[in-house]
């Protein structure tokens, strides 16, 4: 069984930081891409950043420039360093990673973790 565990979200003001982690366990065979995403209340989903295995990365325009996404393939965890953080950036922030079970090696899924509240004070 995989699961997906976040970590750091949280209360700050504006213009502070903080970083999620998110820590994938259990079978894993091979792990493609990371990424977070955040939904924010009354609004959509919105991809926030991606990084696959090679340290590609995808960002946001919205967060451009202020997060950074991260990998430690050998923990299999993936980081999102917040940093000049604004009320806007107020939503529960999901990690996703696109990862074949050793179950099931030839195939790819999509898991997802239970989401982490991150909240910024004007």
């Known amino acids: 069984q995989v699961q997906l565990m976040e970590s750091g979200g949280g209360l700050v003001q504006a213009g502070g930081s903080l970083r999620l982690s998110c820590a994938a366990s259990?079978?894993?065979?091979?792990?493609?891409?990371m990424g977070w995403d955040r939904q924010a209340p009354g609004k959509q989903r919105e991809l926030v950043a991606t990084?696959?295995?090679?340290?590609?990365?995808n960002i946001a325009d919205s967060v451009k420039g202020r997060f950074t996404i991260s990998r430690d393939n050998a923990k299999n965890t993936v980081y999102l360093q917040m940093n000049s953080l604004i009320p806007d950036d107020t939503a529960v922030y999901y990690c996703?990673?696109?990862?074949?079970?050793?179950?099931?090696?030839?195939?790819?899924?999509?898991?997802w973790g239970q989401g982490t509240q991150v909240t910024v004070s004007s």
């Open positions: 996703n990673a696109k990862l074949s079970p050793v179950t099931v090696y030839s195939k790819v899924y999509d898991y």
């Open positions: 259990g079978s894993i065979f091979r792990i493609n891409i």
């Open positions: 990084i696959d295995s090679t340290g590609s990365t």
